[in-house]
DNA sequence: GACATAAAATACCATATGGTAACAAATGAG
DNA sequence: CTCATTTGTTACCATATGGTATTTTATGTC
């Protein structure tokens, strides 16, 4: 993943780095909402000229689609994390309930999610990786379901797919609600419920 | 809620029909995203100027405040009229099922919902406006389901006005989905799962 | 020192936005 | 007919956007 760019022998020595860059614009993302963060915004807030910013990432859709990159590796990989250890159905929703009401990175909302959500409004790169990620998502869930189907803790009449994407869509509900403000026990206790039809007979 | 404006006795006679100009903003907002319609957007497709529509909206947020009211009126007044005329809790419950899901004017998703979903780009009135019809919403689910609590149908452990904010979620998350184009079979077994909390032991 | 090279910043472009000043046209009152 | 009144339209404003042509600055090479 290390793109070991080869520093040239001559010319001006880069004073901006490429990587802080990007902290700045996904921070800035994921705080505030891809739609209302500008690249001016962005250049000013990073202490770069705007020049700068596109011969690094070419266009707003390169900087977003990188961006949305870190993101995955930085944050969203955790919750791969989770489904992927997963030991046992209760135990696992539960940790994902406590990720997606609890875990202060989330307080402010979820990239991923903002940029789903306002997806008709990014560049080309940036909204296929979305779906991308989407999909990635989906399969995580899905597999995870399918092993706590097999062994044995599952309701009648749902198929793997359907709860899947039921289980993500409750998951960006709940982690959307915090960044709009709502009350984090509230939020809690709506996941709690709308997963427990994973868990009730 | 009919304003009945005394019409001058004098001066140039109006051309401009404020109500079609309301209908065209309101199915722009509604078919499209509140934030990506414009004022000169909107006076283009009315086919009116643009100091017509600022003398009669006073701005963009004095228009969109009026859309969202004249849309309240026409079809959001749909679903308090199932909730009012409720007659038990399955069957109310899929009355809200099918609305959600089914009714064509929902095909491009809820004109009150995408203003709620971008409500910090709006202007203050329309923000108003908005919560406003927010609590409205909510009182009318919690009657409801208070209602369906007192005849007797309701699961132990959990209050009226959880289920109610969860109940308005999750029908606003159906109708924001079939605004960006899933699989309507999907939708409705999610919805329909996600209800079904309300009806089982 | 002279020169190529690469990166920086300034200053600009076309376009779009919400909003308005200034003016034209259509009516009733005198 | 004249004039006030009301509406409508043209042309404009300041601001912001994504994006770039141009120039300046800092380096290694010769």
Chains 1, 2 share one sequence.
């Not at 001006?12 to 963060?37: E, I, K, N």
């Not at 250049?43 to 700068?52: H, R, V």
């Not at 406590?98 to 202060?104: G, I, Q, R």
Request: with cysteine.
């Amino acid at each position: 993943m290390s793109d070991d760019i080869p520093r040239p022998l001559r010319g001006r020595p880069r004073t901006m780095d490429p990587g802080r860059v990007l902290d700045v614009a996904m921070t800035a993302y994921w705080h505030s909402d891809p739609a209302d963060v500008s690249v001016n915004a962005i250049c000013q807030m990073a202490g770069i000229s705007k020049p700068s910013l596109y011969r690094e990432f070419g266009s707003e859709d390169g900087l977003s689609r990188a961006a949305l990159d870190r993101y995955a590796d930085q944050v969203l990989s955790e919750m791969f994390v989770i489904l992927h250890g997963a030991t046992g159905l209760r135990q696992t929703l539960d940790a994902l309930i406590d990720f997606a009401c609890d875990d202060p990175r989330m307080e402010t909302g979820c990239l991923f999610y903002k940029m789903r959500a306002g997806r008709h409004r990014l560049g080309p790169d940036t909204r296929a990786r979305v779906e991308e990620i989407d999909a990635a998502g989906q399969a995580a869930y899905a597999s995870f379901l399918q092993a706590a189907r097999d062994a044995g803790d599952w309701p009648a009449g749902l198929s793997v797919e359907a709860g899947a994407k039921y289980l993500g869509e409750q998951i960006a509900l709940a982690i959307t609600q915090r960044a709009s403000g709502e009350d984090p026990a509230r939020i809690r206790d709506m996941l709690t419920l709308a997963l427990s039809v994973f868990t009730r007979p």
